[in-house]
């Protein structure tokens, strides 16, 4: 069945879920992960996740949660020639209940200065919002959250004050950006120099 093929992916998959440093945050979803893994998951989402893995988004990977099967551990890429370049971002990616009728819920686990993302890590993205259509798909989402990433929108913005910076001083903007991915999106490239 699809049930058993994708535990067999989700217990390949656990040793890079303690790797990444959001197990935690999985723990604090323990009340929806016991009603989830009681009840069959919708093949919807078994077939998302299959393609998923099988056939990998560049720069993208999501990978779900063994003990929950709606949370997913995300890492995204800084895109090419942008301030986030060389950066791998962490992010959660939570699928409701009434999914795909409502948006997953995505934020940020690792600081990013960005206009749309907020201190909390929450992202401010038409499609996880009032243009969700269940035509979407979480592949969607994640490669609309990379384009984000090339392409801010301070018109739009989550954080007022680095929107402000990104109007007034775009230079002084991507520059903290810059340092900010160089802080907390690339810990683990500098740790294994020292």
């Not at 209940?97 to 890590?121: E, W």
Request: glycine residues 4%.
């Amino acid at each position: 069945s699809d049930r058993v093929k994708l535990h067999l992916i989700y217990r390949e998959a656990a040793i890079s879920h303690q790797s990444c440093g959001i197990a935690s945050a999985a723990d604090e979803r323990r009340g929806e992960t016991m009603a989830t893994s009681s009840g069959p998951l919708p093949r919807r989402i078994v077939k998302e996740t299959q393609r998923l893995i099988a056939e990998p988004v560049a720069g993208i990977s999501a990978t779900p949660y063994q003990d929950n099967l709606r949370y997913f551990a995300v890492a995204i890429e800084g895109p090419a020639d942008s301030p986030y370049e060389k950066g791998v971002f962490q992010l959660e990616l939570f699928l409701p209940s009434d999914y795909p009728m409502a948006p997953p819920k995505v934020r940020f686990l690792t600081k990013i200065y960005h206009p749309n993302v907020d201190k909390l890590g929450r992202i401010c993205l038409d499609i996880l919002k009032d243009k969700w259509s269940p035509a979407l798909q979480i592949r969607t989402v994640l490669l609309s959250i990379q384009a984000l990433m090339s392409a801010p929108n301070p018109d739009d913005p989550l954080d007022n004050t680095v929107a402000e910076m990104w109007k007034q001083n775009e230079q002084e903007a991507i520059r903290r950006a810059r340092e900010f991915t160089e802080s907390f999106a690339m810990k683990h490239q500098s740790a294994g120099k020292k």
